[in-house]
Each structure stands twice: as C-alpha cells, then as structure tokens.
C-alpha cells in the first residue's frame, strides 16, 4: 500500500517538474534549474551531514573542482559535455578521497574546521593559479556545449533544454542518493553517527563507512559543480568559498537535514525567500538573519522536518 | 436605481479606457542597474545609486527619452559572479530592461559579458576596470564608459617616466586587478624609459583582499630599496595602508608613490588630513578637473542634493543614463539592436569631458586624470595640485592590442 | 630598523590584537561549548563604539571604557533570548543561529553608520612614533604589543586565582557536576557569554586606531579568529595566546618569505596541527 503511494507521489513530482518549462516564464525555469542544481549539490551534504553526522564546511572546494574541470575540458579537451562531466565528476571524487582519506580521522568540530581548510586550500588554487585557472575573474568563454539526443542535435544555451538535461542529471543523482541511504550500507552509516563503538564491535570500519559517504558526497558535489559552470556560463573562485559551503549548509538545515528531500526544499526556500526579500530593500542581509533565527528557534528540524513531524503526531492523534 | 448603475459603469469604463491610454503613452523606459549594494563593498553602489537617480531626474525633468519616463530598477550584485549573472538575467526576463548599466567588480564583469551575447542587450560597464571585457572578451553587446585599467596605467607609466625613480615595485591587492596592473605598468614604462628595473613578482606585495595589518608588506617594501612605488590597493586597503604606511614612515619622501586610485573620493573623505601631501594619484574622474557647464552643472547638483562631492562611481552611472538617453533620442527608439548600432562611435560632451565609444572593442575613449595630492583649507579632502590632464587618444591602447575581435 | 627585527615586531602587534579579538571566542566555547560565529561582529560593534565615542566626547578612552560594556549587555539579551533556547541542540543549530546574529548584526550596523569606512585616530599619548632597535616604530603597536600579554596575564589570574573564575573552569569540565555543587549554570553562561562579548568589544575598540571601520570588519576577522582558537586548542586560553602568537607572526615573515602561499597558509597551518595534534597546541589530548 505504502509503495504505491510512494510511486503516485514520485509520478506527480516527476509529471510537475517535467511540464513547468511549458508553463513558467524563463526567468522562473532558470531560477528552478538553479534549484534543482542546488538540491543535488545540498542532498550530497546531506549523505555526509544528516546521514553520516559529519558537518563539512569544505563541501564548495569539491563543487568548484567540479565547475573548473568541466571548463577546462571544454577550452582544451573535448566539446562534448558528456566527457566535462565524467572529468568534474571523477575529478572531484578523486579530490574528495585524498582529503577525506585525511579528514574523517577527526570527528565533530574538528572535521567541521579541518573540510574548512582544506576547502580553502582547493579555493586558494583556484584564486591564485592564475595561467590555468583564470585567477580571480574566474575561467569562462567556451562554447556552451550541444547534445546529441536521438539524433536531434540540441543546445544547452536555450533554458528549457538546459533545464531538461539539468533534471535528469539531478534525478540520476537522487536516485544513486536514495538507494544508497536505503541500503544497508546507509543503515550502516546512520549507526555509526549514533554511536560508532557499536559499529566497530560489530566488524564494520567506521572511516571507511565514512570515507566512502565523502567520496560519493565530493563526486556528486562535482557533478552539482559541472551544471552550476554550464549554467553560469563560467567557473569562478566563489564556487570553492567557505562561504559557499555555509550556504548550503543554511539551505540544507533549513529544508531539515533528518529527512530526505529536506535540503531540496530548503534550497527552494532559499532562492523564493531570496527573490522576495531582494525585490524590497537591499538590507537583505537582516531579513535573511531574521528569519534564520526565527527558522531555528521556531523549526529547529527545519521546515520540511518540523511540518512532517507535527504531519505524524496528527496521524498519531487521529489513531488513538 | 437603473440609471445611476448606468452613469457608474460608464465612468468606469471611461476610466478604464483613459488609463490604459495615459498608460500606453508613459510606458516608461526601463533601465536596469547593478552594482553592489550589500557588505563590505556597498559604498560603492550608494555612489551609483545616487549618481543614477540624479540622471534619471534629469532627463525625465527634460521629457524623457523620446517622450517617455526613464525607470530605473536597481539589483545588487553582491560582488559575486553567480548573483550578478542571476540578478542581469531577472532584469533582462522579469522586468523587461532595455539596458543594463553598472558592475563594479572585474570578476562579475568578466562572468556576465558573455551572457549579454545570450540575452541580446546592450550593457555599459561604468566601473569594472578589467581589460578583458573590451579585449579579448569583448562582444557586441557590451560597453565601457569609464576608463580601464590599461588607460589608467598608461597615465601612471607617463607620469613615473618623467620621475627619477630607477627601481621599481608594487603594492597591489592579490587577484587579477592587481596583479595585471603591475603587469602593463611594467610593459608601459619599459616602452617609455629604458634602463629600470622592476623587482620580480615575489619581491612586490600583494596582500588579499581581507588583510587589515598590511605593517609586513610595507616593511617588505621599504627594504626592498625600491625608489617607486605603484600601488594599485582601493577602498578600505587603501586606507589602512596609508595610515599604517604614515605612522611607520613609508611616506618619508625617499620613494616614488603612484596610487592608481588614490583620488577617489570615499577614500579622501575617510582618510581627510591622514591622506599624505605630495603623492600623485590617479582616479577614473575628478569633480573639479572640469570647468565645462556641463560638468559643473554636474557638481552642483550632486552635490547640493547629497552633501558630497561626486565620486567615480557615481559619475559612471551619471554618465551612463546620460548617454543612453542621447543615444535613444538620435536613435529615436530604445530598440536593443539599434541602441547598440548607435553607441558604437558615439560621441557625447560628459562631465568627465567629451567621451567616445570606439566602435571597434566599444572601449570608451576618454580623458583621464592624476595629480598630485594638496592641502585646501576650503575643501575637507586632499585635492590634486597640480592637475594633470591626459587626452583619451594619447592613453587607450590601439584595437590591435586590446586582443579584442567582434566577429 | 631591520627588516627581521621590523618584522618580529609587526608580528608580534598583529598577534596580540589578533589575541584580544579571539580569546572571547575561546572561552565561550570552552565553557558553553558553542562556536560563535557573530564573534566577529561584535568585535565590530566595538570598533563602531569606539567611532561614536570619539564622535561624541572626543574620547578614545571613553569609549574603551564605555563601548565594550554596552557590547555585553547586548551580549546578554543574545544569549538569554536567543541562544538559552538551543543549548541542548546539535552543534549546527547553534553555528545557524549565531550565523543569523552576525547577519543581522553586520546588516544593522550599515543602517546605522552606513557604508562608509571611517577612520578614528589613536589617542595623542599613543601617536606618533617611538625610537626602538636602532629604528623608529608606531607607539600603538608597540601599547598593543604590551596590552596583549596584560590581558592575557589578567586572565590568567582571574581565572586560576579567583573564586568566580575557578567556578568557570569547574563548569567548563563538567557541567552537570557544577550544578549539583550549586553553581546556577543558566546565569554562569549569560555571565560568560557577556565576557566573551565584551573582551571582543575591547578587541574592537583596540582595533579601531589600527585600521578602518567598516561593516565587513567582523567576516573578514572570524575565520582567523577560529584558526586561532583552533591551532591553540578549543577552550584554552593559553593556546590562544600562542596561537594568535603565530598566526601574527606567520602573517609577517610569509609576506616576504612564501607570498605565493600568503592566502593558504593559515589553512594549511591549520590542517598540519589538526592532523598531528587533533586538539590543538595546548588543548586536552582525548
């Protein structure tokens, strides 16, 4: 019974997402694939976060390895964005298993400051290698590339096919997500953040369980880096900023990291909250506080985990 | 009972009709700008702002762009690339924008020019100095009305070939704003003057952006024996440079100092009598260089309205609306293309002087000041004496050079 | 002067401003347990009400002595309102919370003194230069070079000399047996939680003869300040001293000797000392 409902559910939200393009005016398909590219990029936090109990601040240095590998296979290597994808994908999870292998020795705070500094180290490259990497004013100029789909040849410049290509990279990404936290490997992962003696007892490898939730996490944050790059048309140092991190670290808590869709709401969130509060005053930075306060003090499991907390204890309610 | 329903609804059809016909003929013109406006940086899209408002008052007191009201929707870049490409394309799709006017940081700059290729509008850059947007990634749809960075080093080489000093370094901040202005100030002097020598790039300084203790690098640079001294810092850098520089005697005479953006305003009215006599600075325009009506009207009026005088930036913006609401009326339509097909080569008397946009990289030629800092007990900043004014021709790099290649 | 001798000296001034800005952090951690990130902010609030004072009654003093207790007081409504109700979340709700603060605070501070930068002098006793190592340096680095070790020493004694501060420590290990003795945790972490305000807010007034006044003071200064409190180990003052103590000097001797690495070096630092010393210089091995 419960899958079926779960299958209607999916249906619907694939059935939405695919016919907004038809409905929504450009500016809102641009801002939803922006979303979508940020709830890729907030879910991969989450594998790390909500489900492995690891708080990275250096999640951006695996998301702008990402961007910048994919460009710099465009202006040197291939045109195909096939290949810039693999290269920002494999790129970064190989970057994520070299730091990870050093940083899931520490736990709490201290891996929390430790992603921090590696984090910045990759955004330092990024800033400062200038012949390779384009400095400060980032690494763009290429031609955006074209996808061969059934023989139609079609652009990734028009929003709409951008869009479409952006959706099923990031339903790929959910999927390998899900079944990952749904198998016993993501059981595994949850134990160990409760309490990873047990674990240990019972033969698993803790660093290992979480070094692999780190290279899958930095692979998806690159590939989440790969269409941020394309859809920006560039590959800038921000992307690797610890305050990028921050960002969506906020967007994660604020959807609620204990649930699985909760970062992709909460990137929504973010980027309607954004678009109303910018469309008023430039001091958006107090309302953003504001409400970020209010959000952590009034949701404390976030907005999509507070509503299906409060959705439980009613049906609980209505049981008894 | 009938009879006043009648009469009600005709006056409100009456209405209705007459609203949509005052609305059809004030379709405002819309002009989108962006510049920073939140954080460290915000200073500068204060300036812009008010340098914005005050155009477009004008030219609606004056009627308009062919009859029509300007309006101006103004967004903040945040100094970030991924937000001025978002904010561009919300003006360029939401609010429907005929032009986009602004940018303060090279990095947007460089991230937005070739989306402007994708939305097919023109954008007059009025602050970001990075050579590439009118060079090697210069396109169709993108102007510059302010100076550069090249036509302003171009000045600082001049002006250092004429000194003593034989060797030479800099103090610039630590990205690509820094680092390429110590690169054309060392190409541009060594065409000028032959025999100097400049220190090699770990030799100079180049603290980040976020550094506020900059006592390692002037130590750095008083024993590197250096004789000239350019320093490309802005902003608050600038001004913690020179007040730490003051008190551990960088400014004791015995080097050359070229600031290449001393000038500026919000650093003189911050800095006010810390700001060194006797320094030559260099800015992208200067309140009283100018004795022309128009930019004294200019002055007058901003500075009776804000209590300030006028900075670069908010001469850019000024300038900006001012040229696009000439280029709209000999154009006689604010259509995208034509707008684009009129700004190239076009010519217009500016406060910072007469201003010509090189149809070929759609650099703005323009005339440029430095000058030396001096105290004026009737103004509350440093001033510049002397004055020394460069004709735009004699400062702006040939096509050739600038890489730049329309297609 | 010596460009080694000049450049202990810049090292050894920044460190011990760096010092005072993060030591507060410290000891909010240490006790409370919670990582501050509106550190900075209030750092720059001080700074500001150093600004106003020297505005109002042309005294840097005034405000040293004035602005840093107003800084706490605000201190207290953050913490009795706004973090009391966390305290038994996870870690990143806290981060999130006090994240909110340093937006709102950073954004209130623009609408109040607006976006310029503003400049305040040193006091004329502390102006001007002094004669030192064959070579003339800046009093107010040199007044900072001593204030800092003061502090540091002040500390020191309050909290291995005096009641309150033993008290301190005696929470800060463990807290659930304080409370059984009788010390009122909730009050103890409102007290602690204004004093990490208010030496931050001395940190800012200090800092404001020093460099500008602007509102992106306080985020260009908190990732240092946790390196600092991180390098040094978390919760122990000491450490931070050391840690400031480098950090300060690294800052000076990498602008000659690594400038290609000027930017990462605090991070790689950083990695090199969590990697061999997970608690830091001087904090607790587990």
Known sequence: MRSYKNLFLWFFLLAALASVPFLLPVYWIMILTEILVMSMFAMSFNLLFGYTGLLSFGQAGFFGTGGYLAVLTLLHGSTSIWVALVAGVLGSGLIALIIGWLCVRRDEIYFAILTLGFGMMLFTIAHNWRSVTGGSDGLGNFSVPEVDFLGVVLTLADPKIFYFFVLIIVLLGTWLLSRIVNSPFGLLLKAARENSN?????????????????????????????????????????????SFSGKVILMTLLGGSGVFFGPAVGAAIFFVLEHIITSFTTNWMIFLGIILVLLVLLFPSGVLGSLLETWGRIRKGHKL | ??????????????????????????????????????????????????????????????????????????????????????????????????????????????????????????????????????????????????????????????????????????????YSFGHQSWEYFQKYLSQRKSGLVFLPDDKAAFPPLSTTDFSPYITKVISSNADGVLISLWGG??????????????????????????????????????????????????????????????????????????????????????????????????????????????????????????????????????????????????????????????????????????? | MDSVVANILNGLSWGMLLFLISVGLTVVFGVMGILNFAHGSLFMLGSYFALQFVRWVGSFWIGLLLGPVIVAFLAILIERFLIRPIYSRDTSLQLLLTFGVMLILDDGVRLIWGSAYHVVNPPQILSGTIAIFSGTYPVYRVFLVIAGPLVGVALWAFFTMTRWGKTLRAAAMDRRMAEIIGVRAPLLFTLVFAFGAWIAALGGVLAAPHQSVGPAMGEHIIIESFIVVVIGGMGSFPGAFVGALILGLMNAFGATMLPDLQMAMPYILLAIILLARPRGILGEEL
């Open chain 2, 237 to 407: 850098n600038l001004i913690d440079f020179v007040r730490q520089g003051m008190d551990m005697g960088f400014f004791d005479g015995k080097r050359e100092v070229l600031m290449t953006l001393g000038a500026a305003t919000e650093v003189l009215y911050a800095l006010k009598d810390k700001m060194p006599e006797g320094i030559w600075v260099g800015t992208r325009y200067w309140f009283n260089a100018n004795n022309t009506p128009v930019n004294k009207a200019f002055v007058n009026a901003y500075h009776k309205r804000f209590g300030v005088y006028p900075s670069y930036n908010a001469h850019g913006a000024y300038a900006a609306v001012k040229m696009y609401a000439a280029a709209a009326a000999k154009a006689k339509s604010v259509d995208k293309e034509k707008i684009v097909g009129t700004l190239e080569g076009f010519a217009l008397e500016l406060p910072v002087g007469k201003v010509v946009i090189r149809p070929e990289d759609h650099q703005a030629v323009t005339d440029g000041v430095w000058g030396k800092t001096a105290a004026d007990p009737k103004v509350p900043i440093r001033v510049l004496k002397p004055l020394r004014k460069f004709a735009g021709k004699d400062i702006t790099p040939s096509v050739a050079e600038t890489g730049c290649k329309m297609k």
């Open chain 1, 198 to 242: 047990r674990i240990a007892f019972i033969g698993a490898n803790v660093r290992s369980l979480r070094l692999f939730a780190f290279v899958i996490a930095g692979a998806l944050a690159g590939a989440s880096g790969v269409l941020f790059a394309m859809f920006n048309r560039i590959a800038s140092p921000e992307m690797l900023h610890w």
């Open chain 2, 1 to 174: 009972m009938k009879k006043r329903f009648i009469l009600g609804i005709s006056v409100c059809f009456l209405a209705l009709i007459l609203s949509g016909t005052v609305y059809a003929a004030a379709k405002p013109v819309k002009l989108g700008f962006v510049y920073i406006m939140s954080g460290p940086f915000a200073t500068y899209g204060q300036f812009a702002k008010q340098g914005a408002e005050l155009a477009i008052d004008e030219v609606n007191k004056a009627g308009g762009i062919n009859g029509r009201t300007v309006e101006g929707f103004f967004e903040d870049s945040t100094g970030k690339s991924d937000v001025g490409i978002r904010v561009i394309r919300k003006l360029v799709y939401e609010a429907g924008v005929d032009a986009v006017i602004g940018l303060d940081s090279s990095g947007v700059a460089s991230a937005v020019t070739p989306v402007m290729k994708e939305l097919k509008t023109p954008l007059i850059i009025t602050h970001a100095a990075t050579p590439d947007v009118t060079g090697t990634n210069c396109n169709r749809y993108t102007f510059r009305i302010s100076l550069n960075l090249n036509q302003n080093i171009a000045m600082a080489a001049k002006i250092a070939s004429e000194g003593k000093a034989k060797t030479w370094t800099t103090v610039g901040p630590d």
